[in-house]
């Protein structure tokens, strides 16, 4: 790696870069409520508009991802800038739903530069383990920054700020990672082996690593579903959705920060099995909670979610290593499209157990039942990952002993 390259400085920015992206996940699930009453929105529709920042994502991924080798990490992290500021400055001065598409689908192609440009950026300065370590470190910002996200836009709702404000808030950490990125010397980028794009692609036909790009799609839904929806699903619970995301999440950037020992003892494999399961057993939990134990089954949720994206990221980076920065971009790119695809069926689900629970609830009854049936539906997601993850750890096992 080239001496001039400040590594400290260039991992803080990446981190502020997913700060930025996670607190347009996180505020925008706090003023979805408000986006519905504001622009006469249904939950279908509200889904479409989540679409967008979904959406948005695996593209920039998909055009990231084989350019990385090519134009590297510089030029890659200024199109998320510039994206990002756009992106809400237009969200901010919407107008109804057609311009809340575009402008969020912006943002969102912002979210999945940085991704493109950061992961293999950090890969490429780590060995081996300490790939899948920092990368979880590094990830460890996003459930942070719906922490921050989540606490600022419940603070601004009681005072009665607008949605807007709360938007223009996430343009702090944008300008600070733009600050910090600025004048910087990027590491030269490491191909695998000599591997070109051409040989990325070769690698990721794999069965292994197909098999990984659907787990990826599950892993997503599993986690982004039940997060992205939960005011308009917890609502009514008593508890606050805003307090339970920020317990989710809180827990979520602690694991990922202590990831290093977890990932060792277990390896990446019996990670991914045991977060199968408690994903499960946390959103079966939520389908039926109210008052005080659906904080318990967010914990849960948070535990089994926690090590998800980075494991598998983590996972792809040490096992298949030859697919390159472009293996890992459509990796992350597969796992937002498919949340992408199930966000207006989501929305569609809750309207839909709305008008069921409407013809025996009356009241805050309905928001209720309608809620619980909703995130009942997605309980299959993670189940089907138990017996996904349970073959990778155990075939994995096998081959290492073979």
């Not at 529709?45 to 695996?58: D, K, T």
């Not at 990221?313 to 459509?330: D, K």
Request: net charge neutral; proline share 4%; charged share 10%.
């Amino acid at each position: 790696m080239n001496q001039t390259v400040n590594a400290n400085r260039l991992f803080l920015a990446s981190c502020f870069a997913l700060i930025t992206t996670s607190m347009a996940f996180g505020i925008r699930a706090g003023v979805l409520t408000q986006l519905g009453v504001d622009f006469k929105l249904d939950n279908e529709q509200l889904g479409y508009v989540n679409q967008m920042a979904f959406l948005g994502f695996p593209i920039a991924m998909m055009i990231g991802g084989p350019l990385y080798n090519v134009l590297g990490p510089k030029k890659i992290i200024w199109v998320a800038f510039f994206t990002h500021v756009i992106g809400l400055v237009m969200t901010i001065y919407a107008g109804g739903f057609w311009s809340l598409l575009l402008s969020t689908f912006f943002v969102g192609f912002g979210n999945g530069t940085v991704e493109a440009a950061c992961n293999p950026m950090i890969s490429d300065m780590f060995e081996g383990k300490e790939k899948t370590k920092m990368l979880n470190r590094f990830h460890m910002w996003f459930p942070g920054g719906i922490v921050i996200a989540t606490l600022l836009s419940q603070f601004m709702t009681d005072a009665n700020l607008g949605w807007q404000l709360q938007i223009a808030a996430i343009l702090v950490p944008a300008v600070i990672y733009a600050y910090l990125f600025y004048g910087q010397a990027f590491p030269a980028t490491v191909v695998e082996g000599g591997a070109s794009t051409g040989e990325n692609f070769k690698a990721m036909l794999s069965p292994l690593y197909l098999f990984m790009l659907a787990c990826m799609a599950l892993t997503a839904i599993s986690e982004f579903g039940p997060e992205q929806w939960i005011g308009p699903i917890m609502g009514q619970a008593g508890a606050s959705p805003m307090i339970i995301l920020a317990i989710v999440t809180g827990l979520m950037a602690v694991g990922r920060y202590f990831a290093g020992p977890i990932v060792h003892k277990l390896d990446a494999g019996g990670v991914l099995l045991v977060s199968a399961i408690l994903t499960t057993i946390g959103v079966y939990l939520m389908s039926s909670a109210t008052g005080s134990m659906v904080y318990v089954s967010a914990i849960i949720f948070a535990l089994g979610v926690c090590y998800f994206w980075p494991t598998m990221i983590g996972y792809v980076a040490e096992n298949i290593p030859l697919t390159g920065a472009f293996g890992l971009s459509i990796m992350g790119g597969m796992g937002m499209f498919a949340t992408s695809i199930f966000q207006p069926i989501i929305g569609s689900w809750l309207d839909s157990n709305t008008a069921e629970a409407a013809k025996t609830q009356t009241g805050d009854a309905i928001a209720l039942v309608a809620g619980q049936a909703t995130m009942a539906q997605m309980v299959l997601f993670p189940a089907i990952l138990i017996v996904a993850f349970a073959g990778l750890y155990f075939f994995g096992k096998k081959a290492k002993h073979a």
